[in-house]
Nanobody, 115 residues
Framework: QVQLVESGGGLVQAGGSLTLSCAAS????????MGWYRQAPGKQRELVAT???????NYVDSVKGRFTISRDNAKKMVFLQMNSLKPEDTAVYYC?????????WGKGTLVTVSS
């Protein structure tokens, strides 16, 4: 069973930065996609950024140029560096790992950006 544990959320002022981390444990296929999704109050969960085990990345348009995803395959970790944060980035951020069509989720970490 795969487990994902996020850390790094918190309260930050607009324009500030935060780095989220996610540690994966368990039996993980070497070919996978790790990433971050977020869910704001009253909204659907949306993809923020993903990165394949081969280092291909994908970002939602609203975070391009501000967020950077990275991963350490040896440590089974994925990170999200968030810069120039905006109040609309406020959400619960979930770590995700997908392998062969199976998705695993962390419990989420809250990011609050004050104006």
């Amino acid at each position: 069973q795969v487990q994902l544990v996020e850390s790094g959320g918190g309260l930050v002022q607009a324009g500030g930065s935060l780095t989220l981390s996610c540690a994966a444990s368990g039996s993980i296929f070497s070919r996978n996609v790790m990433g971050w999704y977020r869910q704001a109050p009253g909204k659907q969960r949306e993809l923020v950024a993903t990165m394949t085990s081969g280092a291909m990345t994908n970002y939602v348009d609203s975070v391009k140029g501000r967020f950077t995803i990275s991963r350490d395959n040896a440590k089974k970790m994925v990170f999200l560096q968030m810069n120039s944060l905006k109040p609309e980035d406020t959400a619960v951020y979930y770590c995700n790992l997908e392998a062969y069509g199976v998705h695993y989720w962390g419990k989420g970490t809250l990011v609050t950006v004050s104006s």
